[in-house]
């Protein structure tokens, strides 16, 4: 009788998987359409009300009347459905692969229990401006979950209703901004200082909020450079704006030293926390000096990433910045919460009430499953879990991690091909694409390239030691693949749902198309 | 923006090989130029490497065998290597086998920009690059394919490799185009171990843009598009009671351009009030120009090694940069620049070593509207 | 002392004690602390945090949550007459069934290969919505309508090179807050009057106030209070006169029976997609759009990603990718271009997928259907003594002011009442527009029946004797 599990194992170990993604060749929705299907039904209004109101539709001005029907697409039900189901197998999302490609981005394990509490009825219809009385639970939950987060950054305020990290940053420093301007030294202090190594909404934000922005490049270990944040700081600082530990998933051993350096300047220092994942329990905002700090509530805490959204930027400050929160807050006085909006001082509304409260929930839900021993396993694993991937990802032919030689990594790294790029001429970006071939996501970096042929890989404490093994095989096999037969690594991917794709017509405005409108009417020109 | 390919066209690819570049290095000698030291490496035992060098390039070049048609130059001024890869080249011109001189190199270059090539790639060192601006300056695009001993000049590819690459990636419109620095070497005074390095003149090359993948966030402009807010950013900055000392380079010829003012490339000028007040100065006459005025030296770095002082912008000399003042020192530099620099600090080589140490440090860099950075400085 | 067992975490594969320590193992650490060396002990945290007992097993988290969220009362339970800046509308079977597709609730940042469904998902939502909004260019969309509103004006402001915007006084004065904040750096906000009969925006304000520095004029259609804006063309006209961008701010459940903004003039248009197949959930279900013409001036000055539709190197197979990549900013002054980041973008699919299901016939039937509701519950309620309504003498879509001064109530006493009765009455304007006196917000769509509407009218007949 045939053993089948024997032929999936080399040396015992497994062998890489034969994968091939879902390839519908699915039209454009547009080109399904069939003219008078119907998708749904809606309830007919009654004819006494028809009789009561008469012709409503004339009292609209005739030059706001819609003239011609949306050319939208006609589909029956499940044809809708089968086209959008058959999209989403065209994805690989993270409950579908080792997802630890999407360094920076915390791909971590969103509890399907959760998604399940926050679609009830309790959660999903419920409206923000319903009296107080009848959200005392969606208001407990917002409420403990900031004495949460209070807890895990040691800040003393906090607001939740930025509607992303970037929204958050922003938060913070319009905060930056309004604690100046308080102060009388809103011209003067004009500067907001990061480093090359942060998240660059760091420095779009602090822009955005009209601040010029000085950022600082690294030492030669790859270290946010001291002196040059002491070269920086000036009368006209405002404050610093950094990501600890940065995207190379390093840890800035003189971070305390940086917020010293600019509080003597004057100005305040805010703690991007992105990269919290690997510090839960470890190490605090607080201790550190920090005035204001944020999370990623759809990285960190658990939250689905939804192809990009919704999310929650999460803002703590400390007690003195707390009147420039925005608005409302949440507070309780011991038998019930409610909404002040009574802040003066406040920079006023970043997002629509009071954020994104589903995700609240699921990050809510989360902690209170872990608990703090929980969060501190979570960080813990995630560390153990990345220097294992580094061990066994150095011994791959080309490969390096540059900076910090000799020392651990936090809860990401920042790799380097550019060893196997000189030897073979295949850039990083075709190896992900190749990897990609295997069932599995890879990133490079954030613009600049710094690091040269990168790859950024965050394995989080979500995955097995059996699959970081499988992630580290598949790099190691597109490695040698690009040292003995370079031209298949090049033209990958080859079992994806596309193929190489043309990229020469999106910068081209006379070919660009972004809707199949303007596609059609281009193609036809 | 990245210049568009007309598919159905068929491309002109120019390739000139400079046959004697580089022949020093190998056994010793520094630089080539010149009959005596090319004979004397022969003797040696030199073997040019010119001809491999661009045989590795073109190597990489065969998958557009099809689309694109192969100017070049007789036997060793460029046929042979395009052969060598398999090629059907259109050969030009005349030549004396085994005597080509820098005429043979810019006569080359002058045919093909007549013939309308698109790219012109050329092997060879400073010296070769030097002859093809004489010949074609900023005319069409150029690459060089590095075979020389040490580059100074800016407008070569980090390998012959990558000179292939490039070339291919540039034809299949993955690339942007900027002017990178020519650079004339003494290269007596750099057999006595000295270098003295003058900004000779600007050649148009490709640089690639990186395949639009890792995206998470759109990228935020060109090096032009920087060029122009680091100018904007200047130029509402400039005061009415301070001279200006502009050093030479494209970013600030950015500067006087929007004043409406012309610059001379590779000359030092100076501004007052938003005027020119000194156009292609010598350090006599910046000295001059000092006396009983507060000044700023607005200065970028000059070639691929980072250089803000001592290669190219010797006019700014110690002593200028004495009387103006550390502080007064306004580095310009985009971030495709910056990053081009790959972590390595800039350097100084004013040629007084207190006033490099002085330099020496970090120093804001206006990048951007309303962004700098602070770079480290080296000697 | 008595041994813990290690918990073995249901979330965290390796905390399974021998997986844990053979991996220590290989990697040549005696324990996690290694890892932990480089951070300065100082910054050590000493004790354990402070959170609460962790509910180790579902069963027992579901229980704690199902618990606490028992004590909110649902539009389920109550009937809910809020608008507002959130409204209720029917959410379809197929469009929660789609977003709560494992691939699509938890991918993020894929090549348009290994994510090639997520883009085609994207672009085609964008198409639809350029077919509603007749409009070539859209964004993938932003945290709200807040935030689509107060960076539609940056870009005009960007585009002209100009630093002042006018804003119709009819927005939320949330909206305004988040656009005065926003546009802190630079940009000016001025307001123009409306007329308080008719609510329309004051043509002679417009006039009065706009100037060659104005950027753009910004409106609503509806208004934030719910009367469509009929003079949209004389607006935008007004602008274009002074080299200014008109941006209209649209409620795209209106977009089957009014016509597009762009007819009117519109060079930049928003909105909120929250009416497309999201619930409520306590102001989580927002996303804001952002739509242009497909002019390269408008397209750089977009923060987002664009994506658009690419051959590849197969024939007939659809890629898609980032569109203008680098983009050249026109404004070379200005505080860069803003920023993006994770936002909203599963909203957008689901947003699609309402579309496909609607259809042309659905959007206008569904227009219909609450302009013929929102019109039966003005009728019912103006003939109830002392209350006033619609206040102002102009055509609403699904939302109308209601006056209460001349019942002697104020709005909070009125909607104490309804409150009794299950009922959750109009947002209270009183603090937001106090020249309104005591007024009210309601808002009534497709989800309210006759009986529903009869039962909110008899209800405030009661309540304001």
Not at chain 1, 261 to 269: D, K, T
Not at chain 2, 59 to 86: F, N, W
Not at chain 3, 84 to 98: I, M, R
Request: glycine fraction near 8%.
């Amino acid at each position: 009788m045939e053993d089948i599990t024997k032929k999936r194992y080399a040396d015992g170990k497994p062998k890489l998987r034969r994968f091939h993604q879902a390839k519908w060749d699915e039209p454009i929705i547009f080109e399904l359409s069939n003219e008078g299907e119907r998708g749904i039904l809606i309830p007919e209004v009654e004819d006494e009300i028809k009789n009561e109101i008469g012709d409503v539709m004339s009292t609209i001005p005739e030059n706001m009347r819609r003239k011609q029907p949306p050319r939208l697409a006609e589909l029956s039900q499940p044809r809708v459905l089968r086209h959008y189901l058959r999209l989403s197998q065209e994805t690989l999302g993270t409950d579908l692969n080792i997802d630890v490609g999407q360094g920076t981005c915390t791909m971590k394990y969103s509890p399907k229990i959760n998604e399940q509490l926050a679609r009830m009825p309790q959660m999903a219809e419920i409206h923000p401006l319903q009296d107080e009385e009848t959200v005392q639970g969606i208001l407990e939950v917002l409420y403990k979950f900031e004495q949460i987060l209070k807890e895990v950054s040691g800040m003393d305020q906090f607001s939740l209703q930025p509607g992303a990290g970037s929204q958050a940053i922003y938060a913070n420093a319009s905060i930056i901004r309004a604690y100046h301007k308080a102060l009388g030294e809103a011209n003067q202090r004009n500067e907001i200082i990061t480093t090359i190594f942060s998240h660059p909404s760091n420095a779009a934000c602090a822009k955005t909020a009209g601040f010029k922005v000085i950022t600082l490049y690294p030492d030669e270990d790859g270290y946010p450079d001291l002196e040059a944040l002491k070269a920086a700081v000036s009368e006209h600082t405002a404050g610093l704006m950094i990501t600890n530990p940065e995207d190379t998933g390093i840890f800035n051993p003189n971070i305390e030293e940086f917020v010293r350096v600019v509080h003597e300047a004057g100005g305040l220092c805010a703690y991007d926390q992105a990269n919290a994942n690997g510090i839960l329990g470890i190490t605090r905002a607080g201790e550190t000096g920090f005035d204001l700090c944020h999370f990623n509530l759809h990285k960190t805490f658990s939250a689905p990433h939804g192809c990009g959204g919704p999310a929650v930027g999460a803002i703590g400050v400390t007690k003195e910045l707390g009147k420039f929160l925005p608005v409302p807050v949440i507070e309780f006085n011991g038998s019930r919460y409610r909404l002040n909006y009574d802040r003066p001082e406040s920079i006023g509304k970043v997002r629509s009430f009071y954020g994104v409260a589903p995700v609240v929930l699921k990050a809510y839900a989360w902690v209170m499953s872990l608990g703090a021993k929980g969060l501190k396993e979570v960080a813990e694993i995630a560390v153990l879990n990345n220097n294992y991937l580094l061990k066994k990802l150095l011994e791959i032919r080309g490969v390096s991690a540059p900076y910090a030689k000799g020392k651990r990594r936090i809860e990401q790294v920042r790799y380097s091909w550019e060893k196997l790029t000189k030897d073979t001429g295949v850039h990083s970006e075709e190896i992900g694409l190749r990897a990609a071939d295997f069932g599995v996501h890879y990133w490079t970096s954030h613009h600049p390239w710094i690091v040269p042929e990168p790859c950024t890989l965050e394995p989080t404490e979500s995955y097995s030691k059996g699959e970081l093994d499988e992630y580290v095989e598949i790099l190691r096999y597109v490695s040698e693949e690009a040292y003995t037969n370079p031209e298949l690594v090049k033209n990958a991917p080859h079992n994806s749902t596309i193929h190489k794709i043309d990229h020469a017509p999106l910068d081209d405005p006379s070919q660009w198309a972004m809707t199949w409108r303007a596609y059609r009417e281009k193609v036809h020109k | 923006m990245g210049t568009s390919v007309d598919q159905g066209e068929t491309r002109k690819l120019g390739l000139v090989v400079n046959p004697i570049a580089g022949i020093g290095g190998r056994v010793g000698l520094k630089g080539s130029d010149g009959e005596e030291t090319q004979r004397k490496a022969l003797e040696l035992g030199a073997v040019p490497q010119s001809l491999n060098r661009a045989i590795e390039a073109m190597e990489r070049v065969t998958p557009m065998e099809e689309d694109l048609q192969i100017i070049t130059y007789p036997s060793e001024m460029g046929e042979d290597a395009a052969k060598e890869c398999g090629f059907d080249p259109v050969v030009v011109g005349s030549i004396r086998k085994g005597k080509t001189t820098a005429e043979d190199t810019m006569n080359a270059a002058k045919e093909m920009l007549r013939l309308g090539v698109d790219l012109l790639l050329f092997a060879g060192g400073d010296g070769t690059a030097r002859d093809i601006y004489d010949a074609i300056g900023e005319e069409t695009l150029v690459l060089g394919i590095p075979s020389g001993v040490k580059i100074h000049s800016a407008v070569f590819a980090i390998s012959p490799r990558s000179a292939g690459d490039l070339a291919v990636l540039y034809f299949r419109g993955r690339c942007g185009i900027r002017e990178a620095e020519v650079m004339d070497v003494d290269e007596e005074a750099l057999r006595q171990g000295i270098v003295s390095a003058k900004l000779y003149g600007y050649l148009r090359i490709p640089f690639e843009k990186r395949l639009i993948q890792g995206v998470k966030t759109p990228s935020s402009g060109e090096d032009k598009e920087a060029m122009e807010a680091i100018a904007c950013e200047i130029v509402d900055r400039m005061k009415d009671d301070y001279l200006y000392i502009i050093g030479p380079g494209t970013t600030t010829r950015a500067i006087t351009s929007k004043l409406g003012l012309n610059k001379t490339l590779i000359g030092v000028d100076v501004v007052s009030k938003g005027k020119l007040v000194g156009t292609d100065v010598n350090e006599t006459q910046l000295l001059k120009l000092l006396e009983g005025s507060k000044a700023k030296i607005i200065i970028t770095p000059i070639g691929g090694q980072g250089y803000i002082f001592g290669r190219g912008n010797q006019q700014i000399s110690p002593e200028v940069i004495k009387r103006v003042g550390r502080d007064n020192i306004i580095v310009v530099a985009t971030p495709e620049k910056i990053n081009s620099l790959k972590g390595r600090p800039f350097l100084v080589d004013t040629g007084d070593e207190a006033v490099d140490r002085m330099l020496s440090g970090y120093i804001r860099v206006v990048t951007r509207y309303n962004e700098q950075v602070i770079y480290k400085i080296s000697y | 002392m008595s041994k813990e067992k290690p918990t073995v975490y249901p979330y965290i594969p390796n905390s399974v004690s021998t997986v844990k320590n053979q991996m220590l193992k290989e990697v040549g650490a005696k324990s996690v602390e290694d890892f932990f060396k480089d951070i300065p002990s100082k910054l050590r945290l000493k004790k354990n945090m402070d959170l609460p007992k962790p509910l180790l097993s579902e069963q027992s988290l579901r229980r704690h949550i199902e618990g606490v969220l028992s004590k909110n009362k649902t539009c389920q339970e109550y009937l809910n007459f809020l608008g507002a800046g959130c409204w209720q509308h029917y959410v379809p079977a197929v469009c929660d069934e789609v977003n709560q597709r494992g691939e699509f609730l938890t991918a993020y940042a894929g090549e348009p290969y290994d994510d090639h469904g997520r883009f085609q998902a994207l672009f085609e939502y964008v198409s639809m919505m350029g077919e509603l909004l007749e409009m070539d260019v859209m964004n993938v969309p932003t945290y709200d309508w807040l935030q689509a509103a107060a960076t539609s004006i940056r870009m005009a402001s960007r585009i002209t090179g100009r630093r002042e915007v006018l804003v119709s006084r009819t927005i939320s004065a949330d909206k305004l807050s988040k656009i005065q904040d926003y546009c802190k750096p630079e940009i000016e906000v001025k307001l123009l009057d409306y007329d308080s009969k008719t609510g329309q925006l004051d043509l002679n304000s417009l006039k009065v106030k706009i100037s060659s520095k104005t950027a753009a004029v910004y409106f609503e259609n509806p208004s934030y209070l719910g009367f469509i804006e009929a003079h949209g063309d004389e607006i935008s006209e007004i602008a274009h006169d002074y080299g200014a961008i008109s941006i209209v701010g649209v409620d795209p459940i209106s977009l089957g029976i009014l016509t597009p903004p762009i007819e009117y003039g519109a060079d930049i248009v928003c909105g909120d997609l929250q009416p497309l197949g999201m619930h409520m959930q306590f102001g989580g279900g927002h996303a804001g759009f952002i739509a242009t013409r497909d002019e390269e001036k408008y397209v750089m000055e977009y923060p987002s990603r664009l994506f658009g539709i690419a051959p590849t190197s197969v024939e007939g197979e659809y890629g898609f990718g980032d569109v203008a990549y680098e983009r050249t900013s026109f404004a070379l002054r200005e505080e860069g271009k803003e920023f993006v980041g994770t936002a909203a973008a599963l909203w957008s699919i689901t947003a699609g997928v309402y579309l496909a299901l609607m259809g042309p016939q659905g959007m206008r039937e569904i227009g219909e259907s609450i302009l013929q509701r929102s019109h039966y519950a003005m009728l019912l309620i103006s003939k109830i003594k002392g209350v006033k309504c619609p206040v102002f003498q102009s055509t609403h879509l699904k939302e109308f002011v209601v006056n209460f001064d001349d019942t002697g109530k104020t709005v909070a006493e009125i909607n104490r009442t309804l409150l009794r009765r299950k009922i959750f009455g109009g947002k209270d304007l009183t603090k937001e527009f106090p020249e309104l006196g005591n007024s009210a917000l309601y808002c009534v769509t497709e989800v309210h029946a006759k009986d529903d509407i009869d039962r909110l009218a008899n209800a405030l007949k009661e309540a304001v004797e």
